[in-house]
């Protein structure tokens, strides 16, 4: 009986716009197109793919620039002459470039960060869109020419590695999104041919089965000879022995959960302690850009959009709206957890890993952060959500244009403006006051009474945690007092970071991590008398 054809086997080109339709189960059919007429050599005996030849006598340029604050986007390839905006990382800005068509745009800092095989596959993927995307673009062109609408290329996004666009959707965006990921799942399929890579793995796997090799069979050792072999990277490898069919062959050796960990046992969008995200963001400089750049806030566990979509305010404290909890892909940063167990070659597999070891008895797990496991979210940093950032903690906004009021009059003290905050939070009894801030219950009559102007640092910053002011707010607050926050040094500077991205978090908490990273703890010390 003859096989249903489904969108899957299709392999057609769009005649009213030259994109190119390919199924998945057609993409090493294309891939094979691709090497027959660029490199055939590599379809008949196991190599690595000459791509740096491969480039030159397609006459495609490679150029060096940055191409974003959180290495995001690897590279892009200019179809059209036009302007790509290109990111200064000393100055924090950006600034568009212009550039010929047949031009590759490849950041420097992703090889630096990733490995040799992420630029190549970047590479190979750019090289792709010049060879199946560029009559796209020239037809599009000619359509937009009467709007005068900018083309910009498409960006190789390790956050779109594994996005898959809707089906159906009649969109020039949505055709584009195709268009990438094509290029995403057709580069690592150039890089190692079917046959080629299942032959060469068949090779290495018969070697060490040899009894007269004293190589211990393993999955760590398969997928570094691989990687070295195909100059790829490891996950790369990963991935390609589950679409040529050869993961069951695996199953039996020691290390095969402990190496496809991160593929076959994984659970998404993982909820965190408050420290446990504090630790996971100082940990890794890219996942503070993410958060930082995309105005990510913490949230009910997760680090979320801050939208007023996601995210809602109930007495001051950020919780997820009810759309958030439907749709967390939409939202969340995507934190995974794994069970760890050490293998040799695990540190290679981590690269470019925010990595928050959890160890709870003999179990030992992984909380990850990686670019290429985001869904497909507008992270850039935009003014809705930077507006929306700074409100995020205002109990309401009759209340907050009454303490911008009191602020700025210069009869009202600081005790009056903490006590309006304070009665509207209900803290009318000492002990509710005690509870929140950690500090002595004296305090309370001393601000109620007008009597404790002169406050220090500690008692003003824990005042502020305990009310679960934001950032803008108690910065306001700071400069209604006669303490300066010094934000290049801690205390102050660890405490700002959590404000800013933990807005609403319980004083327990916030002292928490604070006693983790080694910065004095608020309040507790103030409790046993305040004088």
Avoid at 41 to 70: C, F, Y
Avoid at 212 to 231: A, R
Avoid at 474 to 480: N, P, V
């Amino acid at each position: 009986m003859t096989k249903k054809l489904t969108s899957s086997d299709i392999y057609d080109i769009n005649r009213k716009t030259g994109a190119l339709i390919l199924g998945k189960n057609r993409l090493d059919d294309y891939a094979t197109k691709y090497l027959t007429k660029h490199c055939k050599e590599a379809l008949l005996t196991p190599m690595p793919l000459p791509v740096e030849k491969i480039l030159e006598e397609a006459q495609l340029t490679v150029k060096e620039v940055s191409l974003s604050r959180n290495l995001d986007i690897f590279g892009c390839c200019l179809l059209l002459d036009g302007e790509v905006d290109v990111y200064d990382a000393y100055n924090g800005t950006s600034r568009s470039v212009n550039f010929p068509a047949g031009t590759i745009l490849i950041d420097p800092a992703s090889e630096a960060v990733y490995g040799e095989g992420a630029k190549r596959n970047t590479l190979i993927h750019e090289a792709l869109h010049w060879e199946k995307d560029k009559m796209y673009f020239e037809i599009l062109a000619l359509k937009n020419a009467a709007a005068s609408e900018k083309l910009y290329p498409i960006m190789c996004r390790q956050s779109e590695t594994f996005y898959e666009p809707p089906e159906g959707k009649k969109t020039k965006e949505n055709e584009v999104k195709w268009l990438e990921w094509q290029a995403h799942r057709l580069a690592p399929r150039v890089l190692m041919p079917f046959e080629m890579f299942k032959q060469k793995t068949l090779e290495l796997i018969d070697s060490y089965e040899n009894p007269q090799n004293d190589i211990l069979p393993s999955c760590d050792t398969l997928i570094e000879n691989l990687s070295t072999f195909f100059i790829v990277s490891r996950v790369s490898v990963k991935y390609r022995l589950i679409e040529v069919g050869l993961l069951e062959k695996l199953r039996n050796y020691n290390d095969f959960e402990a190496v496809f960990a991160e593929i076959t046992g994984c659970k998404e969008l993982v909820a965190l302690t408050p420290l446990e995200a504090y630790n996971l963001l100082s940990s890794d400089s890219s996942l503070r850009e993410w958060i930082s750049g995309g105005r990510f806030i913490y949230v009910d566990g997760y680090f979320v959009l801050a939208d007023k979509k996601y995210v809602t305010s109930k007495d001051g404290i950020p919780h997820l709206t009810q759309t958030a909890k439907k749709n967390l892909q939409q939202c969340a940063i995507n934190i995974h957890e794994r069970k760890f167990t050490s293998y040799v070659n695990v540190q290679k597999d981590l690269i470019g890993f925010a990595v928050l070891q959890k160890i709870e008895g003999i179990d030992q797990r992984l909380l990850t952060f990686h670019p290429k496991f985001q869904t497909n979210f507008n992270y850039e940093e935009s003014d809705v959500y930077a507006a929306f950032h700074e409100h995020i903690s205002a109990y309401d906004e009759a209340e907050e244009i009454e303490l911008m009021k009191k602020l700025g009059d210069p009869t009202c003290s600081l005790c009056q403006c903490l006590w309006y905050l304070m009665e509207n939070r209900k803290w009318n009894y000492p002990e509710t006051f005690n509870d929140r801030t950690e500090l002595h219950k004296n305090y309370h009559g001393k601000i109620k009474n007008n009597t404790y102007n002169e406050m220090g640092t500690d008692v003003l910053m824990a005042i502020c945690v305990g009310l679960g002011l934001s950032l803008r707010l108690t910065e306001k607050l700071f400069d209604k007092s006669n303490n300066k926050l010094n934000y290049y040094q801690d205390p102050d500077k660890t405490y700002i970071r959590i404000l800013e991205t933990m807005p609403g978090i319980s004083m327990q908490d916030f002292n928490c991590i604070c006693e983790k990273a080694n910065i004095k703890k608020l309040g507790s010390s103030e409790r046993k008398s305040a004088s």
